[in-house]
Each structure stands twice: as structure tokens, then as C-alpha cells.
């Protein structure tokens, strides 16, 4: 069982940055594929990022691109999630995910259901 914690989140305005960190419970993390999620009130769960366990790969949702980057500090078994240009549609709570290896993940990492592990979110609003 690996338990996540985010944390980072807050109120920002426009064009401000944040970054989110994923913490484990334990010194476990570096062993997970890890994503990001998102999830605005009253709207389903959805894919923002996601990075291997080496950090060789990042995948980004459209709506990531350019703007946000992912990445993992292994030896601190936690995954970051900087956030720049941030606009009002970014207001969610924020989750992080971890997924032990396997060889599909690869083809479903945009999908809630290739993550076995959740944390509780954090909650990032933007105002305009």
C-alpha cells in the first residue's frame, strides 16, 4: 500500500506559477509510475501529466503543454508538477497517482483506472 500526499496547492491569480509535490509514506515512490490529475467542481477526473519511474518519459494533456512541467526527485522519493502561466480554467483540486510497472501503462496512463494509488488532492484556484 502506498499512501501519497500532495501538497503545493493554494490561491494564485493569473499568469502566477505553482508547484505541487507528490510525497509518499514511505521511501516507495521512486518505484511508481506517477500522474497527475485534476478535477473541477462538478466535472470528471482528468489527465494533466504523467512521468516514468526513471523520469526518461513525460507525457502532458493538451491543455499541459508548454505550460506545465513534471518531474521526479527519486532520492527525495517525490514528484513535482511545476505549474506556470497559470489560468483561471487551472482552478481544481489536484491529485497525484502512482502505478506500479507494467507494460500496458504506457498505452493507458491518461486513464484513472491505470493508477493504483491515489492521494487526497490539493486544491489550486486561480482567479482572473
Known amino acids: 500500500q502506498v499512501q501519497l500526499v500532495e501538497s503545493g496547492g493554494r490561491l494564485a491569480q493569473s499568469g502566477d506559477s505553482l508547484r505541487l509535490s507528490c510525497a509518499a509514506s514511505e521511501r516507495t515512490l521512486s518505484n511508481y509510475q506517477v500522474g497527475w490529475f485534476r478535477q473541477a467542481p462538478g466535472r470528471e477526473r482528468v489527465f494533466v501529466a504523467a512521468i516514468t519511474r526513471g523520469g526518461s518519459r513525460k507525457y502532458y494533456a493538451d491543455s499541459a503543454k508548454g505550460r506545465f512541467d513534471i518531474s521526479r526527485a527519486n532520492a527525495e522519493d517525490t514528484v513535482y508538477l511545476q505549474m506556470n502561466s497559470l489560468k483561471p480554467e487551472d482552478t481544481a483540486v489536484y491529485y497525484c497517482?502512482?502505478?506500479?510497472?507494467?507494460?500496458?501503462?504506457?498505452?493507458?496512463?491518461?486513464?484513472?483506472?491505470?493508477?493504483?494509488?491515489w492521494g487526497q488532492g490539493t486544491q489550486v484556484t486561480v482567479s482572473s
Open positions: 497517482a502512482a502505478a506500479p510497472a507494467r507494460s500496458d501503462w504506457n498505452a493507458y496512463y491518461r486513464r484513472t483506472v491505470a493508477y493504483d494509488y
